[in-house]
């Protein structure tokens, strides 16, 4: 096949900056896993939530969704830690496979409500900035995908210094890393986990934000996010950082090329054929040592 | 009956077993001794085909079996049990056993017969209908037995059956060993409980950081300065020595 | 005990529906109730006798209802040969993604997550191209007639359906007394000492994956006989793979008529709530969705459960990483 630059090149770019909203929701994602070990099913119905709740700040009160971000980003971050705290670990009485069951009964209840108060319709906003473009000299890019970029790649720094440098980061990863013994020394686990899925949910709510002005929301959002998020995560290895962000970059320009090639319909089969072989052959990622 | 030659597995840089071997014959019970991860398990592991060794090879009754899978090993005659016993939690104590019986019987009731008996021969028979999650520590492992011993094999490898028993309880399980051994099976366990050690194998193998320190009867090698150093640590030899020096000068 | 008399009274009940009910709407309501509880019947031999859970049960449903629309509209086979060699397709395509996904020792959430996908790939796939209706799905023409598998009276669906359910039953009660199902459970509760035992670890579960994959394709099956389309979107959707799962743990796993009990409880009281709502689209779904966190949370045997007197088949310790 012949490769046009001209063609590929935008494609690229534009696969990058998708691929970094991919990556801050497969970090909030991966942390949740690495930490609870849980892999949470309603991750994508949180990202279709937070996506209406900045449609309708925009939309009912004229907040900016980059503006959004200072609200909701905390509202989710309470949100996640209630969901936790009184519906997950009360009703998954410790068992792996109840949790993915209780996450996919919060998923057919968040994006089936949703449906059923905002109806299918597909919505947008209209932004004085959303048809702006920069050129970068071979190449023209929304301003709105720039600011994604740069803002999903400050979110994810935020987070891994929330994990790295405070106190609750340390009690975070010594839960990760040896429950019992965190408990041992004090650690309130439970409320080590309720926090750890705060976060994981604040950091939705933050690429929601990112998404919205380039995007568009209906209640099925959600369903397609959530493949993408576990693809992310499982091609960077559960658990990983820098794993999941590298992924999302990378799953994003697989997604733009195979759209550019493929089709848009064909195109979306990259990202589920790439799942399932990063299962079957290299279930520790592609960054991950073998274990 | 089971040749082992030098057998070896490593994780990583640790040399888990490192060129272990040794021999069972038909109708003996040898038991593995070793301080706490010296590789007993491993080396089980490795026999029973739940870890591929990197080296070495394993002979039962005249043929391979180095490195099948374990169900395989198991229809040729060799079947394990678990340190950390491992039931069929929401299947009954019936249930449970019938699935050891099910080797050689397609015939469910047949299975569950054969179950009945296994039961009766390790002390189970009142539990036959209970869930397996509610046995106690003791009931667990006599059903870990039981389970492998439905089966009908040849030779069992017995990871520390004894282990969280009390004295009591230790007691009445050596007769249904002896008994086991009695109805034919060679019999290789693992174990901690000197006491049952000494009352039930004739030969024992001492493991040490993967390696085979020492081997003989029972008796010999409780008392070889090199296990006792394994056990007790450096010096250890020089020092019970020395005492018993002590004691026995005039 | 208690629960397998109560469902083989309600089996005897069902039976009755098509002589007692002269509303069409009542008709298609249980007829639909009896096909989504051998659906579930099909979950429940993997997920609930063999503790791998499926989430992409569609991808069996949808081979079933696509192999024999396209087979009858493309090629002009006959529905019932069509059907049969559709439900082949179920038991291979079933094989073939157990022998993957076992030999690479996927289970637990990645087996789930992994099913999923499939079923996703089929979907894109199926919408991508003529030959497979391209996403507006396939009609198979009106032709009644005995010969055609297509019965004037939907009565004769509605008998046809029970006796599925039926099959269903008796394939749980033989996994419940056979060797084979003592296995599989055994593989459930713990697979390494399965595998000590003399089990063997993939054939099992590739076994009960073939025989869960011809029962739902069994259903996609009726599903295009009974109403002559079939879509990508129904077929291979999340929402078939989640019904199926849901009226099985609702109704309670591992047991012969928990997905009957499931499927009948939760169709009566998501069709109450339609009732009541004025139906309202999504809000039903949401309602199972309640329904079945709230199972999991008070009802962890499912109605099963419920109606027997030992409480504890499934065991707090048997957790799988």
């Not at chain 3, 087996?111 to 209706?133: K, N």
Request: hydrophobic share 55%; net charge neutral.
């Amino acid at each position: 096949m012949m490769v046009n630059f001209s063609l590929l090149l935008p494609a690229v770019l534009n696969g990058v900056t998708t691929g970094a909203i991919y990556a801050l929701i497969a970090l909030g994602l991966t942390l949740i896993y690495g930490v609870l070990h849980i892999i949470n099913f309603a991750h994508g119905s949180l990202l279709m939530l937070a996506l209406y709740a900045a449609f309708f700040l925009y939309t009912l009160a004229g907040i900016d969704p980059y503006v959004a971000v200072l609200i909701l980003v905390p509202a989710f971050f309470v949100l996640g830690y209630g969901l936790q705290r009184f519906v997950i670990q009360p009703t998954s009485h410790g068992r792996d496979e109840n949790i993915l069951l209780v996450t996919l009964g919060l998923a057919i209840i968040i994006d089936n409500l949703a449906l059923w108060l905002w109806t299918s319709t597909t919505r947008t906003i209209d932004t004085s900035y959303a048809f702006e473009v920069i050129d970068l000299g071979f190449a023209f890019i929304p301003l709105p995908k720039i600011i994604a970029f740069f803002g999903a790649l400050a979110f994810a720094a935020l987070l891994w210094a929330l994990i790295t440098f405070t106190d609750l980061g340390r009690a975070i990863r010594a839960v990760a890393r040896e429950r019992d013994g965190a408990r041992l020394v004090g650690i309130r686990v439970e409320h080590v986990y309720a926090m750890t899925f705060g976060i994981g949910t604040a950091a939705v709510a933050a690429a929601a934000c990112f998404l919205l002005p380039t995007f568009y929301v209906t209640p099925q959002v959600g369903y397609a996010f959530v493949l993408v998020a576990f693809t992310t995560v499982v091609l960077g290895g559960m658990g990983s950082f820098v794993g999941a962000l590298s992924a999302g970059l990378l799953l994003g320009i697989v997604e733009s090329l195979g759209g550019l090639y493929l089709g848009e319909s064909l195109g979306q089969l990259g990202i589920f054929v790439i799942f399932i072989l990063i299962l079957l052959f290299r279930p520790m990622g592609l960054f991950g040592a073998r274990a | 009956m089971l040749e082992v030659r030098e057998l070896s597995k490593r994780f990583g840089g640790i040399r888990a077993v490192d060129s272990a071997s040794l021999d069972i014959n038909e109708g003996e019970i040898v038991a593995l001794l070793g301080p706490n991860g010296a590789g007993k398990t491993t080396l089980f592991a490795a026999i029973a085909g739940f870890v591929r060794p990197d080296a070495g090879s394993v002979r039962l009754i005249g043929s391979d079996i180095t490195g099948l899978p374990p169900h395989v090993i198991c229809a040729r005659g060799l079947v394990r049990t678990f340190q950390i016993v491992q039931p069929f939690g929401a299947l009954t104590v019936r249930e449970n056993i019938a699935v050891g019986a099910h080797l050689h019987h397609a015939s469910r009731r047949q299975a569950l017969t054969r179950a009945e008996e296994v039961a009766e021969q390790v002390g189970l028979a009142p539990r036959l209908d209970q869930p397996a999650a509610t046995l106690t520590v003791a009931g667990r492992k006599r059903l870990e037995l039981a389970r492998a011993l439905a089966t009908d094999p040849k030779l069992l490898l017995l990871d520390e059956v004894m282990a969280g028993l009390n004295p009591t309880e230790v007691s009445e399980i050596v007769p249904v060993i002896q008994a086991i051994r009695g109805s034919g099976v060679t019999i290789l366990l693992i174990e901690h409980v000197m006491q049952a050690v000494v009352s039930l194998a004739e030969r024992a193998y001492v493991l040490n950081n993967g390696r085979i320190i020492a081997s003989g009867t029972t008796a010999e090698v409780a008392s070889d300065p090199q296990v006792i150093e394994a056990y007790l640590g450096h010096g250890a030899a020089a020092r019970v020595q020395s005492r018993l020096e002590a004691r026995h000068a005039p | 005990m208690t629960a397998k008399i109560a469902g083989a009274v309600l089996l005897a009940l069902l039976f009755c529906v098509p002589f007692a009910v002269q509303s069409e709407f009542w008709l298609s309501f249980w007829l639909l109730v009896l096909m989504y509880a051998f659906l579930g019947q099909s979950w429940n031999v993997l997920g609930g006798y063999g503790g791998q859970f499926s989430f992409g049960h569609a991808l069996f449903f949808g081979i079933g209802a696509f192999g024999t629309a396209i087979l009858q509209v493309r090629h002009g086979v006959n529905a019932y040969a069509a059907g049969a060699i559709a439900i082949a397709l179920g038991a291979i395509v079933g094989g073939a993604v157990g022998l993957l996904v076992f030999r690479y020792r996927l289970r637990g959430a990645y087996f789930a997550l992994v099913t999923l996908a499939f079923a996703e790939v089929a979907r894109i796939l199926i919408s991508s191209f003529d030959y497979t209706g391209s996403g507006f799905g396939m009609l198979v023409p009106l032709a009644r007639g005995v010969a055609n598998f297509q019965f004037e009276d939907r009565r004769v669906f509605y008998v046809i359906a029970w006796v599925l359910v039926v099959i269903g039953a008796l394939v749980a009660w033989w996994l419940e007394n056979s060797r084979f199902g003592a296995r599989l459970m055994a593989v459930r509760e713990n697979e390494d000492a399965a595998q000590a035992l003399g089990i063997d670890l993939i054939r099992t579960k590739v076994c009960a994956i073939t025989l869960s994959g011809a029962m739902a394709a069994t259903v996609g099956v009726f599903y295009v006989q009974n109403f002559l389309f079939v879509d990508s979107h129904l077929a291979f959707g999340p929402a078939m793979s989640i019904e199926a799962l849901l009226v099985s743990i609702i109704g309670g796993m591992g047991t012969m008529f928990g997905p009957l009990f499931g499927a009948v409880v939760l169709h009566a009281l998501g069709e109450a709530a339609k009732q009541i709502t004025g139906n309202a689209p999504g809000l039903n779904l949401a309602f199972y969705g309640l329904l079945l966190i709230l199972a999991l949370r008070f009802l962890p045997n499912g109605i099963t459960g419920l109606l027997s007197r030992h409480p504890a088949r499934r065991s707090p310790e048997s957790t799988h990483a």
